[in-house]
């Protein structure tokens, strides 16, 4: 017994040294399994990519920075507006006389982007143009200077360290459903596969309507569908450009009409009250969308005098759209095919500036009570009207009465918009603190940024997985500690017996 009781006491795991030091041992093992689960799993240091798209519109160009997480860019990570930058000036395509001037006219902007994507990146950051409306038509109308526009505004932009990647004009098709993807993109529906919004874009020469329709498949009117097969889910989207309906356009149609004859005068109820201005005619008629119809020997000039009547600038604007005739089993207007507008509306550009400069932008307000409102404003005097807005561009004044009505005529009877159906319309201007329009869309297809197939997700998040380890690591502790009980209790016996 009392050689049995020696080896016992001899033991060198039953010495309170050799406990200690397995406990602390134990100890140390627990915090390194811990330490290096979280440090395995730490996000990267967050480093970032660019992108840079100009927007060369009909009534200006604009820039856009575009930034998103370094090592997520082909799935998962947000992209971002980080900075956007208006370029002094018209649009590009009104310098098809002095093409070298729309390169120089980026250059303010382009050196606004030097400073704000990091020098380190500059090389690397792909810089886009795409040209809308406004150069759609000058292409139309002229295609050798648009040629010459594209040439130096290329010139412009080689000469940053920029990854250019090419200036084009973008399709009335494409510019639409970029737009559709921007919006769905940013409101995060397309990779929830959730239920998605349709866009409306108001452009200075075009207009862009996109939706998805149950009851459209692409077959009626192929020319006016766009697939997407977008992080696991197919779309087909209907969408449809028209040219010569943006607001500046289609302001010029509503004045040629009532120019047929050439008149001295015209009594505008698309303008306030009190509103007179001498206009050219040759500026008036000088664009494709309204130089067939310049009346035959009209006088240099003509007055253009406001009467403030929205009722009978609605009826003018009517003028505008063609309804007599449809081959197809419905149609919005011109003969174009267009499914009944389906599910909710984001509305941008300028169906923003104006719907907000006329605080009309709240659409659960009924259809009534918008043109009520309307009515009252055409009707302000304009000597009232430039007094309560002294700071406003008086061009924008001058024209809110004429887009309001244009707005509203284009969407109750152009898309056929109901009252029940405008009021799931949003007027945006901003997701999220990006832009509302087509660039973004444009970038994220451009860089393969929105794959077709839902990314494969982590089994965990980062922080689900550093508590389960945590826990496991605390539970193992206590094990341990329970396990290694009894020798605890012998080696104080021991230390009584010593
Ligand atoms: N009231 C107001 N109007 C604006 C503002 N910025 C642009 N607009 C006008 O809104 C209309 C649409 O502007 P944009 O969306 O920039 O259109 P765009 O790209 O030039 O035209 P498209 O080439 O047809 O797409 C034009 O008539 C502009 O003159 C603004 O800040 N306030």
């Known amino acids: 017994m009392s050689a049995q009781r020696d080896m016992k006491e001899k033991s060198p795991w039953r010495t309170p040294v050799t406990i200690i030091i397995i406990t602390v041992i134990g100890v140390i093992a627990i915090v390194a399994l811990v330490t290096v689960a979280v440090l395995q799993n730490k996000p990267l240091s967050q480093k970032y990519k660019y992108g840079i798209v100009l927007d060369a519109g009909s009534s200006h160009t604009a820039l856009y920075i575009y930034e998103w997480p370094a090592e997520k860019d082909n799935n998962t990570g947000r992209v971002e507006q980080t900075h956007s930058c208006k370029v002094q000036g018209p649009g590009i395509s009104a310098y098809a ?23 380190n990146k500059h090389e690397e ?20 200077a648009s040629d010459q526009v594209f040439q130096a505004v290329e010139e412009a932009l080689r000469q940053f360290q920029f990854s250019f990647q090419g200036a084009r004009i973008l399709s009335g098709q494409e510019e639409g459903a970029f737009g559709w993807v ?15 919004t349709g866009a409306l874009d108001l452009g200075g020469a075009s207009t862009q309507i996109s939706f998805v329709s149950s009851n459209y498949d692409g077959s009626e009117s192929p020319k006016n569908s766009v697939t997407f097969r977008l992080y696991g889910n197919d779309y087909n989207l209907y969408t449809h450009s028209f040219l010569c309906y943006g607001k500046d356009q289609a302001l010029r149609l509503t004045l040629a009409q009532q120019t047929l004859s050439g008149p001295v005068i015209i009594s505008d109820p698309c303008f306030h009250k009190g509103y007179t201005k001498i206009k050219n005619y040759a500026d008036l008629y000088d664009s494709p969308c309204v130089s067939h119809r310049k009346p035959q020997g009209a006088p ?3 007055n253009h005098t406001g009467t403030g009547n929205f009722q009978q600038c609605q009826e003018q604007i009517k003028r505008i759209f063609n309804f007599t005739y449809c081959k197809y089993s419905r149609c919005s207007f011109n003969g174009i095919f267009q499914p009944l507008v389906q599910g909710p509306f984001g509305a941008f550009s300028a169906y923003y500036f104006v719907m907000d400069f006329l605080n009309l932008t709240d659409t ?36 809110y009465c004429f887009a309001g009505t244009y707005i509203l005529t284009l969407l109750t009877e152009g898309y056929n918009f109901t009252s029940e159906s405008y009021s799931k319309i949003k007027y945006i201007k901003q997701i999220k603190g990006s832009d509302a329009g087509w660039t973004l869309g444009y970038m994220l297809n451009l860089t393969n940024m929105i794959p077709a197939e839902a990314p494969d997700s982590p089994p965990l998040p980062h922080a689900g997985y550093v508590s389960i380890v945590t826990i496991m690591a605390i539970l193992l502790f206590i094990v341990f500690i329970l396990s290694i009980r009894p020798l605890w209790s012998r080696c104080s016996k021991q230390l009584h017996i010593v």
């Open 182 to 196: 921007t919006v769905n993109y940013l409101d995060d529906r397309l990779k929830q596969g959730l239920e998605t």
């Open 364 to 399: 659960s307000e009924p259809l009534t009570e918008v043109k009520d409102k309307l009515t009252k404003y055409c009707a302000t005097l304009w000597s009232e009207i430039t007094a309560q807005h002294h700071t406003v561009k008086e061009k924008y004044l001058a024209e």
């Open 300 to 302: 240099a000039t003509f």
């Open 97 to 119: 006389s002095d093409p070298w001037k729309a390169g120089e006219s980026l250059t303010d902007c382009m050196h606004e982007a030097q400073q704000k994507v990091p020098r």
């Open 125 to 144: 950051t792909p810089l886009y143009l795409g040209a809308t409306a406004g150069m759609r038509l000058l292409n139309m109308e002229n295609s050798s």
